[in-house]
């Protein structure tokens, strides 16, 4: 009997040895089809675009999305030779709440804007490595579209590159 249905809501989790859902994890879908009998059985459309065969190992309903209990379904409860002290701090840090944990910033650390990229990768991780008119140029292509006005994002884009013009061409001289 298959776990998930057509229409659930899924997120990936790491399966053991499986590149996909390394590549995938914590992305959100909806399962699409299912394939009894088959390896990959649950076809899931990912919400920032794509789509997916999984195990039903690979997913977890949406629902069940609680940290904690993820990291309990994971690991199958705790291994043998663990330090328990140090388990405890890791659940307890897993079951803290954004609400109680001031660090924890999703919006401000991790924003969906610049997260969606089918790629995983987020966008700070290219613009880090260039100069504030560049990085912000490519910040703004990132997101167009995904936040706010996309017109303005690309006119915002096209005046940062109009300030490294003109940095680069002043630089020149």
């Not at 249905?5 to 996909?20: F, H, L, P, R, Y």
């Not at 994890?25 to 909806?30: C, L, T």
């Not at 009894?36 to 990912?46: A, F, I, K, M, R």
Request: proline residues 6%.
């Amino acid at each position: 009997m298959a776990r998930f249905n057509v229409g659930d809501e899924v997120i990936v989790v790491a399966g053991s040895g499986q590149m996909a859902s390394w590549l995938y994890e914590d992305k959100r879908g909806v399962v699409q089809a299912v394939h009894e009998g088959q390896p990959y059985p649950n076809d899931v459309q990912l919400r920032n675009g794509g789509a997916l065969c999984f195990t039903d190992d690979e997913l977890i309903p949406a629902a069940e999305s609680n940290p904690g209990r993820r990291l309990l379904d994971e690991t199958k409860g705790l291994a043998l030779g663990i330090d328990t002290y140090k388990a405890q701090e890791v659940v307890k840090a897993a079951l803290t709440t954004s609400s109680t944990n001031p660090t924890h910033r999703p919006a401000v650390e991790h924003p969906a804007h610049y997260t969606n990229h089918p790629s995983g990768i987020e966008c700070i991780e290219i613009t880090k490595h260039m100069n504030f008119p560049l990085g912000n140029a490519i910040k703004y292509i990132w997101r167009a579209g995904l936040k706010g006005d996309p017109v303005e994002d690309l006119r915002k884009a096209i005046r940062y590159v109009e300030i490294e013009i003109e940095r680069t061409e002043d630089g020149s001289k």
